[in-house]
């Protein structure tokens, strides 16, 4: 299918995706190296980061200003 990625990049953020969800420690490390290597096209795929990253936090105890 012409819409579906699987390179590393994604394999990435679909993992940091389940570990925020679970609430691991490591939820964080994921996402934030996801958004240093996604490509400026990938709007929606940027968009989930923000907000796994939001999940990760918040499964932390961490407050969002």
């Known amino acids: 299918m012409?819409?579906?990625f699987l390179n590393t990049g994604h394999r990435t953020r679909w993992c940091g995706?389940?570990?925020a969800k679970l609430g691991d420690e490591s939820?964080?490390?994921e996402p934030y190296n996801s958004l240093n290597s996604a490509?400026?096209?990938f709007v929606r795929a940027s968009a989930?980061?923000?907000c796994?990253?939001?999940q990760a936090h918040l499964a932390?105890?961490?407050?969002?200003?």
Do not use: F
């Not at 932390?60 to 200003?65: F, N, S």
């Open 17 to 19: 995706n389940v570990l």
């Open 27 to 29: 939820a964080m490390d």
């Open 52 to 54: 796994d990253l939001t």
């Open 2 to 4: 012409i819409s579906i």
């Open 60 to 65: 932390r105890g961490g407050e969002l200003d």
């Open 48 to 50: 989930g980061l923000y």
């Open 39 to 41: 490509a400026p096209s």
